[in-house]
């Protein structure tokens, strides 16, 4: 499939990944619904963009508001030929003992189910486009190996990246010309993760020196994406971890402790007792 002229759906795209996929895909002629809950935010993709962009403030863990939205879409491009989600939120490094309910049902809320859901309702009119549609769903490299103090998150991502896979499948029957690409990425330099750089006590420039620019990767998920593969994995390091876990799983789940756990334990001394280190 081209981007020029096709109209796509980027959720998340008032910051980081969405937003510089959104800027990217206009930028090749696309035109673009960009969603996000954040109305400032989507405010600066829309100046960032330019023409060919309208924005919606949508919250996708809200089932009423998502199943709704396609007609939106449609009322304002006449057509959608894609989905690109890319919304979701982070762990705040929060051990599996001390996070809240309230705080396990966002990350799935927002990370899987909204995922889920903004895909069901935009399945059967991509289904009708006449040359197919295109689907992506973002995962992450929690879903290779597990990641300390983000247990909840990792499942999230875990769950998203097999529920593309599933979809992938599913289409080859029912939708053959709608396809799904499922994308891992590794450290991706965003406001997130410089926020969690700091929060850890990680050198800024260190971090970003190792991580990909979010606009190179924003270009290769969209080309993988309208390639139509069926999975994407981007950066050295989420890479490395997939290669580490074919030789060894224990291995790669070590040498995460190791490297991320230093930072995560180190900072955060509650991890030590059950039950203390809540955060709201």
Same mark, same amino acid.
């Given at each position: 499939?081209?981007?020029?002229?096709?109209?796509?759906?980027?959720?998340?795209?008032?910051?980081?990944?969405?937003?510089?996929?959104?800027?990217?895909?206009?930028?090749?002629?696309?035109?673009?619904?960009?969603?996000?809950?954040?109305?400032?935010?989507?405010?600066?993709?829309?100046?960032?963009?330019?023409?060919?962009?309208?924005?919606?403030?949508?919250?996708?863990?809200?089932?009423?508001?998502?199943?709704?939205?396609?007609?939106?879409?449609?009322?304002?491009?006449?057509?959608?030929?894609?989905?690109?989600?890319?919304?979701? /939120?982070?762990?705040?490094?929060?051990?599996?003992?001390?996070?809240?309910?309230?705080? /396990?049902?966002?990350?799935?809320?927002?990370?899987?189910?909204?995922?889920?859901?903004?895909?069901?309702?935009?399945?059967?009119?991509?289904?009708?486009?006449?040359?197919?549609?295109?689907?992506?769903?973002?995962?992450?490299?929690?879903?290779?190996?597990?990641?300390?103090?983000?247990?909840?998150?990792?499942?999230?991502?875990?769950?998203?990246?097999?529920?593309?896979?599933?979809?992938?499948?599913?289409?080859?029957?029912?939708?053959?010309?709608?396809?799904?690409?499922?994308? /891992?990425?590794?450290?991706?330099?965003?406001? /997130?993760?410089?926020?969690?750089?700091?929060?850890?006590?990680?050198?800024?420039?260190?971090?970003?020196?190792?991580?990909?620019?979010?606009?190179?990767?924003?270009?290769?998920?969209?080309?993988?994406?309208?390639?139509?593969?069926?999975?994407?994995?981007?950066?050295?390091?989420?890479?490395?971890?997939?290669?580490?876990?074919?030789?060894?799983?224990?291995?790669?789940?070590?040498?995460?402790?190791?490297?991320?756990?230093?930072?995560?334990?180190?900072?955060?001394?509650?991890?030590?007792?059950?039950?203390?280190?809540?955060?709201?």
């Amino acid at each position: 499939m081209q981007t020029a002229g096709k109209v796509f759906v980027v959720t998340g795209a008032g910051n980081g990944i969405g937003r510089e996929v959104a800027v990217e895909l206009v930028a090749q002629g696309a035109i673009v619904a960009a969603v996000d809950i954040n109305e400032d935010g989507l405010r600066q993709t829309a100046d960032t963009a330019g023409a060919r962009i309208s924005t919606h403030v949508l919250d996708i863990s809200d089932d009423d508001a998502v199943a709704a939205f396609p007609q939106t879409v449609i009322d304002a491009h006449g057509v959608v030929d894609g989905l690109f989600n890319i919304a979701g /939120i982070a762990q705040d490094c929060e051990s599996t003992s001390g996070i809240t309910p309230e705080r /396990i049902d966002q990350l799935m809320g927002v990370n899987f189910r909204g995922t889920v859901a903004m895909t069901r309702a935009f399945l059967p009119h991509l289904a009708a486009r006449p040359d197919g549609g295109r689907i992506m769903l973002t995962s992450s490299m929690s879903a290779l190996v597990p990641v300390p103090g983000a247990a909840v998150y990792g499942a999230s991502k875990a769950a998203i990246a097999y529920f593309g896979y599933g979809l992938a499948q599913d289409l080859r029957r029912q939708s053959p010309s709608v396809k799904a690409t499922t994308v /891992i990425p590794g450290t991706i330099w965003t406001d /997130i993760v410089c926020n969690t750089a700091q929060t850890m006590g990680v050198p800024v420039a260190a971090a970003k020196a190792f991580a990909m620019p979010a606009r190179k990767a924003a270009k290769k998920m969209i080309a993988a994406t309208m390639k139509g593969r069926t999975s994407l994995i981007i950066g050295k390091d989420a890479h490395f971890y997939r290669g580490l876990s074919r030789i060894s799983s224990r291995l790669a789940e070590r040498v995460s402790y190791l490297q991320v756990g230093t930072f995560v334990y180190r900072q955060n001394s509650a991890f030590d007792t059950f039950g203390t280190d809540s955060t709201p």
